[in-house]
C-alpha cells in the first residue's frame, strides 16, 4: 500500500526538476540573445563611417566665364603663366653626333688576298705611313710583275733607242726609223710610270713579294677595326652597308646632324652658332656651328637634314650620341606662352585666361610659331595676361561641361517665362465675374 503513495511523490519532483531546468535553459537563452544584439549594435556603433565633409560648390557659368568659389580645392591643382612679350625664343631640335668625314679615312682592299699580320688595333693613334694590316695578295703581285715588265721594256727600249741614234748619225739608218725608236721608248717610259705609280700608291717596292700593306693616310686613332688574322677580303666587298677594314679618324672633331623643321630652315644656315647639348653628360654645354643644309625635305621625316661641327678636345662627345640643338629664333610681334598652355578645339587654338583670381574665360588665339616648350600668339594675347598652363586640359573640360549643363537650363527658363504670359488673361477673366457679382447687390 505504500508503493502506490511513493510513485506520484517521485514523478511530482521529477516534473519539478524538468520544469526548472527549463526555465534555467530559457532564460540562458534570452540572455545569450540580448548580449548578442548588444555586440552588434557596438559593433554596428564603432563601424559607422564619419560624416562626410561637405562638397565644395560647383563652379558657375556665366557668360563666357567660368567662376570658381574662393579656396575651391580645384584652383590648387591648376599652373598659371604669364604671357611675355615675344623677342627671342629657344627651340629645341633633335640631333646626333657622327665621325667628321673630313677628318675620317676608311680602308678597304684594293685587291683580294688573305689578312697574315695585324699592326694596329682600335684606339692606337697612327699617323700617315703608319702599317695597320699585311695581306698576301696574287693579284697585287700581277700588278708587281706588271710594274718589273714595265721597267724591263723601258730598259730595252732606251738601250734600241741609244743604237738608232747612233746608226742614223752614221747614215746607215733613215730618219723615220729613228722616230719609231723615239716613239717607242716614249711609250715604254709612260707605261713604266704607271705602274710604278700604281704600286707606289699600295705601298710596293720594287720587287715582286705578293705582300699588300694596308697604310694610314691621315693623322688620328683607329676607331674600328673589321678584319682578323687569315681572313679572305676582296675589292667587291665594299662600299654602302660593308664595314671598312679600317675606320680611321680624328676624335676631337665631330659631325653633328640636325633634323630641323621646316620653319627653323631660315635660322639654321651657314654660319649659325647652336648650343648642343646631352642627356648623358648633365650640366655640360658644347657650341658648334652650322656648316651645311640640305636642298630637300625628308619625305618620311618631313624635316631638313642639317650639319653642323662641334670641338671635341677633351673627347668627352662619342659618335652616335643622341643630343639636342638649342637655336635662338627671333620671333615677329606677339608673346609666348608654354606650348602646354595651347589646346586644339576642332580647327581653332584655345586658351583659358585667368581674368581675376578664380574667374577663368576660353578665349581662341592664332599662333605664329609652336614648339615642344614655347608657343608665339600673334593675336588674342597681350603680354601680361595670365594662362592656365598645368592642367589645362581638365579645365577645358570643366569649363565645356559646365556649358552643356547650362543650356537645357536656359531653355527650360524661357519656357517658364512663357508660359505665365499666356495664363495671364486668363487669371483675368476669372476675377472680372467675381468683381461684377459683388457689383450687383
Request: aromatic share 4%; charged share 20%.
Amino acid at each position: 500500500m505504500l508503493l502506490p503513495s511513493v510513485r506520484p511523490q517521485t514523478a511530482r519532483s521529477t516534473d519539478l526538476i524538468c520544469s526548472g531546468t527549463i526555465v534555467k535553459r530559457s532564460l540562458l537563452h534570452t540572455f545569450t540573445v540580448i548580449a548578442a544584439a548588444t555586440a552588434l549594435v557596438l559593433l554596428a556603433a564603432c563601424n559607422e563611417a564619419p560624416a562626410p565633409a561637405p562638397e565644395a560648390p560647383a563652379p558657375i557659368l556665366q557668360g563666357n566665364q567660368l567662376r570658381f568659389a574662393p579656396n575651391h580645392p580645384q584652383l590648387a591643382l591648376l599652373g598659371i603663366a604669364t604671357a611675355a612679350p615675344g623677342k627671342a625664343i629657344t627651340v629645341e631640335l633633335p640631333a646626333r653626333l657622327v665621325w667628321n668625314e673630313e677628318r675620317t679615312q676608311r680602308i678597304y682592299p684594293a685587291f683580294a688576298g688573305r689578312v697574315m699580320s695585324i699592326k694596329a688595333d682600335v684606339g692606337q693613334a697612327v699617323k700617315p705611313g703608319t702599317l695597320l694590316a699585311q695581306l698576301a695578295s696574287p693579284d697585287y703581285g700581277i700588278a708587281q710583275a706588271d710594274t718589273a715588265k714595265a721597267g724591263a721594256d723601258s730598259r730595252l727600249t732606251q738601250k734600241s733607242l741609244q743604237r738608232q741614234r747612233e746608226l742614223f748619225e752614221a747614215g746607215i739608218i733613215a730618219r723615220k726609223d729613228l722616230d719609231v725608236a723615239e716613239a717607242d721608248a716614249a711609250r715604254s717610259q709612260a707605261e713604266i710610270q704607271r705602274a710604278e705609280a700604281r704600286t707606289r700608291l699600295y705601298g710596293g717596292g720594287g720587287g715582286v713579294n705578293q705582300q699588300l700593306a694596308l697604310l694610314a693616310t691621315i693623322s688620328g686613332v683607329v676607331v674600328e677595326r673589321n678584319l682578323n688574322p687569315g681572313q679572305e677580303v676582296r675589292p667587291d666587298q665594299s662600299g654602302p652597308g660593308v664595314p671598312a677594314l679600317y675606320v680611321i679618324t680624328d676624335p676631337t672633331s665631330l659631325w653633328v646632324q640636325i633634323d630641323a623643321r621646316e620653319a627653323e630652315i631660315g635660322t639654321l644656315k651657314p654660319g649659325a652658332m647652336f648650343e648642343l647639348i646631352i642627356p648623358t653628360l648633365p650640366g655640360q654645354k658644347f657650341e658648334g656651328r652650322v656648316t651645311a643644309a640640305a636642298d630637300y625635305i625628308d619625305p618620311s621625316t618631313r624635316t631638313i637634314k642639317v650639319r653642323g661641327v662641334v670641338a671635341n678636345p677633351d673627347r668627352k662627345l662619342k659618335a652616335e650620341m643622341l643630343a639636342t640643338a638649342r637655336i635662338e629664333r627671333i620671333i615677329g610681334p606677339g608673346v609666348v606662352i608654354p606650348s602646354q598652355a595651347v589646346s586644339l578645339l576642332g580647327a581653332k587654338h584655345t586658351v583659358m585666361v585667368q581674368v581675376q583670381p578664380g574667374v577663368f574665360e576660353s578665349r581662341e588665339v592664332t599662333l605664329s610659331y609652336q614648339g615642344p616648350r614655347e608657343a608665339v600668339v600673334s593675336q588674342g594675347l597681350e603680354a601680361g595676361d595670365q594662362v592656365v598652363s598645368e592642367n589645362m586640359l581638365l579645365l577645358a573640360h570643366q569649363f565645356r561641361v559646365t556649358q552643356d549643363e547650362a543650356r537645357p537650363n536656359n531653355i527650360s527658363e524661357q519656357k517658364g517665362a512663357a508660359a505665365p504670359a499666356k495664363t495671364a488673361p486668363e487669371a483675368t477673366k476669372t476675377v472680372a465675374p467675381a468683381a461684377s457679382a459683388q457689383a450687383k447687390p
